[in-house]
């Protein structure tokens, strides 16, 4: 077995040995750790070694979306990176057991951090306060308002979106779930119509700043990041809103909830108070969260929730070959629809490639000459989105060769190996909450100050002054990951898509990429590599015992 060397959270853990060896949580910090303990004379067999490898091979599986993992896998996967013995790492496994270093979760016997497994315990304690008890909102005749809420909208629901609507009203924890164009900002915004029509204190959050801001321009309300709502506190990490001191609201309305990991879904179920009613409302066709867990489905999955899956597409009435080719690769079927550049009736457009260099030069040539030809913006509207960091068509590359091209001679600030330009186009990366920054946020630069080092940004159309040492969250972001355009939309995306791309083809990723188009999608590349990405459906996949918990307390 493999598994890739990834950063994964900022969260520090103990390995409880009698050398007290603290080890970063960051992979590739506690990969040195067990490095350079090897290289100054720790034996290959000693208690420290074999543990810091244990709980850095853990963290690495974890990484990669897990929140449990069976003993077995992780001797393997320790064993790869310690060469030592399977029987004296299962040893170890039980000694860092003993000292709570890691818990054994039930059924199965699967091991856990505390921290998650506490995680969970506590989404289905919740869960559980929350399915019981009485509603806090007034009495609603369900049916009125639905035909109130048609009236208001000018037609009349399709019989899933009206069934939908009743299971938001009636039920204390529901999802809404569903692929693009089947409907969902239909509902949002006549459930909202009528919570507010009753008076009802609601509360619309999404765990990105880009979904949030797309949350309230769909729903007609104001909405915020679940950090928002939630009120963190970046010098104690952690929320003021918890179970004792819940959210002041009646309903609280969770958008694009497939991006949850387990902590930050622990940490809003806990917090809404008892009689309030929660909507999970997202795509779970999409990629997972970033963090470990796959939250949403595994709601869905205990059975306890109220769940509508939205199926009718109703945009394709219109003719969005973006929403047919995204069911399209969800049904496994390979479609491509015949729509080059010319096309411009088409929303989708497929041009081939079957060499690297070309396939950048028309990534170059639709930002910099055709797409302004057709009224868009080169920058602002238009977002590429690769499989990939590294390679000829990988993020880093396609950042190098854009900015080039539309800023050769800005004047520049070097920042921990990246050449950053005035009116480059830059992503934060990490949260700032003094400046109001989030994860993900897309801007531009305006200016750099040589004196001060202050370089000015504009994110939402807001002006950011950051100083040297918040420089380090940037990035480059003419092109940018699938995973972090997670949450939004922009009016053009471009997706290069080539073989060489073939550890990262898979047909959530794909899927994902595409249905970020609002306006029009280019693909391109080569048909294998797509191919590739509709056949790969295996990347689902995440181990975590959220089910076993939940229905554990049912059992109660």
Not at 111 to 135: C, D, M, V, W, Y
Not at 173 to 185: D, N, W
Not at 197 to 218: F, H, M, N
Not at 279 to 300: C, E, R
Request: one cysteine or more; proline letters at 4%; aromatic letters at 6%.
């Amino acid at each position: 077995m493999s598994f890739n060397n990834r950063f994964v959270s900022h969260t520090i853990f103990s390995v409880l040995v009698p050398t007290s060896i603290t080890v970063p949580a960051s992979t590739a910090s506690g990969l040195s750790v067990v490095l350079r303990m090897t290289k100054t004379g720790f034996p290959n067999e000693g208690a420290a070694r074999l543990d810091a490898g244990l709980l850095h091979a853990m963290q690495t599986l974890e990484g990669e979306g897990h929140t449990c993992v069976e003993p077995n896998v992780l001797v393997e996967a320790a064993q790869e990176l310690l060469k030592s013995g399977e029987e004296i790492l299962r040893q170890r496994v039980n000694a860092l057991v003993r000292t709570k270093a890691l818990v054994l979760s039930p059924p199965a016997g699967d091991l856990q951090f505390p921290a998650t497994s506490h995680s969970e315990r506590k989404i289905a304690e919740a869960l559980h306060l929350l399915l019981g008890g009485n509603s806090k909102l007034p009495p609603i005749h369900t049916e009125k308002a639905i035909d109130w809420a048609q009236k208001k909208a000018g037609f009349s629901f399709a019989p899933q979106q009206a069934d939908a609507l009743r299971m938001a009203l009636t039920s204390r924890v529901s999802i809404l779930t569903g692929g693009p164009g089947t409907g969902k900002t239909t509902i949002l915004r006549a459930l909202v119509a009528i919570l507010r029509a009753k008076k009802v204190r609601i509360e619309l959050g999404s765990p990105t700043g880009r979904a949030a801001q797309r949350l309230a321009e769909s729903a007609n309300y104001s909405a915020q990041t679940l950090h928002r709502i939630l009120k963190y506190e970046p010098a104690e990490n952690k929320f003021v809103h918890n179970a004792e001191q819940p959210l002041n609201c009646d309903y609280l309305i969770v958008d694009e909830a497939s991006m949850l990991d387990t902590r930050l879904g622990s940490a809003v179920f806990a917090a809404v108070s008892q009689g309030a009613h929660l909507l999970l409302v997202g795509d779970i066709d999409q990629l997972p969260s970033v963090g470990p867990g796959n939250l949403l489905k595994d709601l869905i999955g205990c059975g306890l929730c109220a769940v509508t899956r939205l199926e009718t597409i109703f945009r394709q009435a219109s003719g969005s070959s973006i929403v047919s080719t995204a069911h399209n690769i969800l049904a496994g079927r390979i479609q491509l629809p015949d729509a080059g550049i010319g096309n411009e009736k088409q929303d989708f457009h497929f041009l081939p490639s079957t060499d690297a260099d070309e396939c950048v030069h028309q990534v170059v040539e639709l930002c910099r000459k055709i797409l302004p030809d057709r009224g868009y913006h080169a920058l602002s509207d238009v977002q590429i989105l690769a499989p990939m960091h590294r390679g000829t068509v990988g993020i880093h590359n396609l950042n190098l060769i854009l900015q080039n091209t539309f800023h050769p001679s800005s004047r520049g600030k070097q920042v921990a190996g990246t050449q950053f330009r005035v009116g480059d186009k830059i992503i934060q990366m990490r949260n700032n909450y003094d400046k109001n920054l989030f994860n993900g946020d897309v801007g531009f630069i305006l200016g750099i100050d040589e004196g001060s080092g202050l370089v000015r940004t504009e994110f939402n159309g807001e002006s950011k002054d950051l100083e040297k040492g918040e420089l380090t969250d940037l990035s480059l972001a003419y092109a940018i990951s699938i995973h972090k355009s997670q949450g939004s939309e922009y009016p053009v995306v471009i997706l290069p898509l080539m073989k060489q791309h073939f550890m990262m083809l898979q047909r959530n990723l794909i899927y994902t990429g595409i249905t970020r188009g609002k306006k029009e999608v280019f693909l391109i590349g080569e048909p294998e590599a797509y191919a590739m990405a509709v056949r790969n459906a295996k990347s689902n996949i995440r181990r975590s015992n959220l089910v076993e918990k939940i229905l554990k307390l049912k059992q109660q």
